[in-house]
């Protein structure tokens, strides 16, 4: 973290003032929060431990599945990585399989219900002629063979020739396809009103599906663990808007947190709120004060950023429910907001950086507003002019 002393040469350098002219920027006059970025992500891995009954048709060998006694005790190491992609793991509970013999079939087969195990089912002898289905088939004796006293008239739109009845005997009167028989013998059955069963093809019975035709099957007690990532987005800028990400990059001197680790964030038994603990912490940009190094130990605090860090992760740090393992990894930097009552229109934002702190001007968002509140009075006065000359 920058001193104030450093804060001010670096706006007085962004000024141009030469070397550190006071005069330029007094310190009198000046005020200075410091604002602390802190983007990244928390990943935790969250496990959830099911149990239920498995069942598997036929026969399996189930030996190479990992058998437990008491699934919420099965041990199972935490993961390399918590933001590992979902995983599921299958275990047997000891002494739950049990190979069975299919009881509602024989060996794997059952009687045809759609025949009742006959191998044949009833068909119709004759089908409608597809001729003259739904309309005459022969105008004299509509297919009875008993001629009418008048003969019916053709059917609306039909254009196809009639024949001779072979029911009734009159001439051009039946439908050409059934000659006034109306029907046709089916061809299907050949007329002879049974047919193959279309289910068991003849034979009578069928698969049983239960167990897949095998007559047999397995059942256990299955255990199920699922473990999948759940990411926890992190980006505070604590008190400056959203935007204040925007003005920094990467080259910024940026601290990094990269922890693994089920312990919490950082360990808070060691002084810098680093080290100890089980988890491996990698944290860099650790520099007392990585914008100036000549004024090393002035704020007299090692490391405040991370320790703010810290107290800034840790109301996100509580522990949730199936958390196994969890990463945080975490890029922070501690910027510095500067005003002063001789320049009120602008904010001068510190950003540290090697080998020196930059300084980003912004308008004040007093000066904001002002400008703001006149174009809208620009506005209101437009439109009162354009009101009067209509
Ligand atoms: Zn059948
Ligand atoms: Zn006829
Ligand atoms: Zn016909
Ligand atoms: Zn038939
Ligand atoms: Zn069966």
């Not at 959830?48 to 498995?54: C, I, N, S, V, Y």
């Not at 995983?87 to 509602?104: E, I, K, Q």
């Not at 019975?205 to 167990?211: G, I, N």
């Not at 603990?277 to 950023?305: F, I, M, R």
Request: hydrophobic share 35%; glycine share 12%; aromatic share 4%.
């Amino acid at each position: 973290m920058l001193s104030d002393d450093d804060i001010l040469a670096a706006v007085r350098r962004g000024l141009g003032a030469a070397g550190a002219d006071d005069a330029a920027f007094p310190a009198a006059g000046a005020r200075i929060t410091r604002h602390l970025l802190v983007a990244g992500e928390i990943v935790r891995c969250v496990e959830t431990r099911t149990e239920g009954t498995a069942f598997h048709a036929g026969t399996r060998d189930l030996s190479d599945l990992p058998e437990y006694d008491d699934l919420d005790r099965y041990p199972i190491p935490a993961p390399a990585d918590p933001g590992a992609a979902r995983s599921t793991l299958r275990l047997v509970r000891r002494g739950s399989v049990a190979a069975r013999a299919c009881s509602t079939c024989t060996n794997g087969r059952k009687p045809c219900a759609r025949c009742d195990g006959a191998g044949d089912v009833g068909c119709r002898t004759h089908v409608p002629c597809s001729g003259c289905e739904g309309r005459l088939c022969c105008l004299a004796c509509e297919g009875t063979g008993k001629r009418a006293r008048e003969a019916a008239d053709r059917p609306q739109a039909e254009t196809a020739a009639r024949v001779r009845c072979r029911k009734c005997g009159a001439d051009d009167v039946a439908c050409g396809k059934c000659r006034g028989a109306g029907q046709k013998k089916c061809g299907v059955c050949r007329g002879t009103g049974s047919r193959t069963c279309p289910d068991c093809e003849g034979g009578g019975t069928v698969s049983h599906d239960f167990c897949a035709g095998t007559g047999r099957y397995v059942e256990w007690t299955e255990g199920v663990v699922v473990r999948e990532p759940v990411v926890d987005t992190v980006e505070e800028s604590s008190g400056l808007p959203a935007r204040a990400f925007g003005w920094t990059n990467e080259a910024d001197a940026w601290g990094r947190v990269d922890h693994v680790g089920e312990d919490a964030f950082p360990p808070h038994d060691t002084a810098t709120g680093l080290g100890g603990g089980t988890g491996l912490t990698k944290a860099t940009g650790l520099d007392p004060d990585p914008g100036n190094p000549g004024s090393t130990g002035s704020t007299g605090n090692p490391t405040p950023d991370l320790s703010e860090v810290a107290a800034r992760l840790n109301p996100r740090l509580s522990r949730r429910d199936g958390e196994v393992a969890r990463r945080v990894r975490v890029r922070y930097l501690s910027l510095a907001r500067v005003t002063h009552d001789d320049h009120p229109h602008r904010v001068y934002v510190v950003v540290p950086r090697r080998p020196a702190p930059r300084v980003v001007t912004v308008r004040s968002p007093r000066r904001a507003w002002r400008l703001a509140g006149l174009a809208v009075l620009v506005l209101v006065a437009a439109v009162a002019v354009s009101r009067l000359l209509t």
